[in-house]
């Protein structure tokens, strides 16, 4: 029931960037998902860069720190190889639902300052706003960001979770060369608005989450979740959640079989499947311990899948209950919706 094809080394995303067809998600370098220790985090991460994700994606805050200073062990010896990204503007310090954002110029030229002291390098290749500061002007922030591209600190900018709205006002002030929001089977809000705006744009889109913190898989085991593990603070891992959820996941699973796909490959399949039925470059990101997982997400570059499994996969986020975040605010959906504070529009 699907084909596969051969498909392009690298991706163009915007601004001239051009990464391969998937990425790594460095979040996974950390505790974030349980216990891991540097050595075997650094052990994947170079798995998945031998085996071609050469985009590494990270932030100042995964692990405080922790995952940019592993992924430097790489970059000593291998920066040519990596397209970099990581991000600014979620404060360090507190937990996942504590922390606050900012998105001024000093914070900017801290934040980046001390991403490339523990990256041990003199530039990023994308530099994200991670989370839009509501008190302080995109044009401002993407201001500021643009000066750090003409010191060569940084060499593309991009945004995480900006409305449709926010990426165009931030566009008139620099070229934006990708947006990275969660875009999954499960989690498509983004379609509403703000991948309109990135195809008009001419950005690309980078999806995180993109097996919906391993739940998409089948292989989420609530009763192993260490004290440690973030997604318990996610509405949509909440015990009733994910009992209520429950048929929709074994319909993925089961379609997956049928299509001779596992489930991780088939959501990056649906996710590639939807760039390019809508015209935009779409590069995901999943992140992953395991260099055998590495390998099996790789498997879906080039997978074709049939009319009907797309259509049969494209009704069952209408049916998922509980919110993507666990502040509507914090990703764009929240802010695009009438009546939020962000967007006064009155609901209809």
Do not use: C
């Not at 080394?9 to 974030?32: E, I």
């Not at 796909?261 to 995901?284: C, F, H, I, N, R």
């Amino acid at each position: 029931m699907t084909e596969t094809l051969q498909t392009p080394d690298l991706v163009h995303l915007g601004d001239g960037l051009r990464v391969p067809a998937q990425g790594y998600g460095g979040m996974s370098l950390t505790d974030v998902y349980g216990p891991i220790s540097d050595d075997e985090a650094l052990r994947t991460l170079t798995h998945a860069v031998d085996a071609g994700a050469t985009f590494v994606d990270t932030a100042n805050i995964y692990g405080e720190g922790r995952s940019e200073r592993i992924i430097s062990r790489l970059l000593a010896t291998r920066r040519d190889e990596v397209q970099l990204a990581t991000k600014f503007g979620i404060v360090p310090g507190g937990r996942i639902g504590e922390r606050s954002v900012r998105g001024d110029r000093a914070h900017i030229r801290e934040q980046i300052e001390l991403s490339l002291g523990r990256l041990g390098t003199d530039h990023v290749d994308l530099y994200y706003q991670h989370r839009v500061d509501p008190a302080v002007p995109i044009e401002d922030t993407v201001g500021a960001l643009a000066e750090l591209v003409q010191e060569g600190k940084v060499r593309h900018i991009g945004l995480s979770e900006p409305t449709g709205d926010e990426l165009r006002r931030a566009a008139s002030v620099h070229p934006i060369a990708a947006v990275q929001s969660e875009w999954s089977i499960v989690s498509r809000d983004v379609e509403a608005h703000v991948v309109p705006a990135a195809r008009e744009l001419g950005v690309g889109f980078v999806p995180y989450s993109p097996l919906s913190r391993q739940w998409l898989t089948g292989a989420f085991d609530a009763a192993a979740l260490g004290d440690g593990d973030g997604r318990p603070k996610f509405p949509r891992f909440a015990p009733e959640a994910l009992s209520a959820n429950a048929p929709e996941l074994a319909e993925v699973l089961a379609i997956a079989a049928d299509a001779g796909l596992t489930a991780a490959q088939l959501s990056l399949a649906w996710l590639y499947d939807k760039g390019e039925a809508l015209g935009l470059p779409v590069v995901p990101i999943p992140g992953t311990r395991h260099a055998s997982r590495v390998d099996e997400n790789l498997a879906a570059i080039g997978v074709v899948l049939d009319r009907e499994i797309v259509a049969r996969l494209d009704g069952i986020a209408a049916r998922i209950t509980a919110h993507r975040s666990f502040d509507p605010l914090w990703v764009s959906d929240g802010r695009e919706q009438p009546g939020s504070p962000q967007n006064p529009r009155p609901a209809v």
